[in-house]
């Protein structure tokens, strides 16, 4: 570990960054600004889709993965030209992944905020999902039962109507991604609970 940890910072190191940079803090700090800033929200969603549909938009063939890392790398830079040290570093750790569906800053202290974020906020914002598109959470109850829950919580973020890109957007996208990094099961326990009897 300590040798992995070593290359780490020393790529940081070469591409400009300093050797007491934590890269993953630091990445997940960026990520959720720019998950937070409805001029930006879009481009993180575009580098979740291109790591887990290795598309850029519905109906696109299929890139490699080499390829749609740098596409994704490409779409977050947009959003944030001035973290390109940062990212190129950070896109290569195995984890990257993660923490661009789940920057939303700290965890919230569970057993005082779990039940309200799903009880209020999720559920409001799947039922309003389901009311637009039951397709879509089918489609997010499907990846998930199949355990691909980074396909899943994109597919539930994507599914989030995009008619005004504005705070609410932004906001409601965020709380989606709470849930997900607090308690995925209970996400996609949600969902499926939502899709399973409009199929019988």
Same mark, same amino acid.
């Given at each position: ?11 940081? !190191?070469?591409?400009?960054l300093g050797f007491a940079q ?17 001029? &930006? ?15 850029? &938009?519905?109906g696109d063939v299929p890139m ?9 790398? *490409?779409?977050?830079?947009?959003? !944030?030209?001035? @973290? ?7 896109? &290569?750790?195995?984890? #990257? ?6 920057? @939303?800053?700290?965890?919230?202290? +569970? ?21 637009? *598109? ?10 998930? !039962? ?10 539930? /973020? ?12 932004? @906001? ?10 607090? @308690?995925? =099961?209970? /996400? #996609? &326990?949600?969902?499926? =609970?939502?899709?399973? +009897?409009?199929?019988?």
């Amino acid at each position: 570990m300590r040798r992995i940890y070593t290359i780490v910072i020393c790529t940081a !190191a070469s591409l400009g960054l300093g050797f007491a940079q934590d890269i993953p803090t630091d990445t997940k700090s960026a990520l959720a600004k720019e998950w937070k800033d409805p001029a &930006k929200t879009t481009y993180c969603l575009t580098a979740l889709r291109l790591y887990t549909t290795y598309t850029a &938009k519905a109906g696109d063939v299929p890139m490699s993965p080499t390829d749609a890392a740098k596409a994704a790398l *490409s779409e977050l830079l947009q959003g !944030a030209p001035d @973290n390109k040290d940062l990212f190129t570093v950070a896109q &290569k750790q195995p984890d #990257f992944l993660d923490w661009l569906a789940k920057a @939303n800053g700290p965890p919230k202290d +569970p057993p005082v905020q779990e039940h309200a974020l799903f009880a209020d906020e999720v559920a409001r914002i799947v039922e309003k999902i389901y009311g637009i *598109s039951k397709q879509a959470l089918a489609d997010v109850q499907e990846a998930s !039962a199949q355990k691909s829950n980074d396909l899943a919580i994109f597919e539930l /973020l994507d599914a989030y109507p995009k008619d005004h890109i504005d705070a609410a957007y932004a @906001n409601d996208l965020e709380f989606l991604r709470e849930g997900y990094q607090i @308690n995925a =099961d209970r /996400l #996609f &326990k949600l969902v499926s =609970d939502k899709i399973i +009897p409009a199929k019988k």
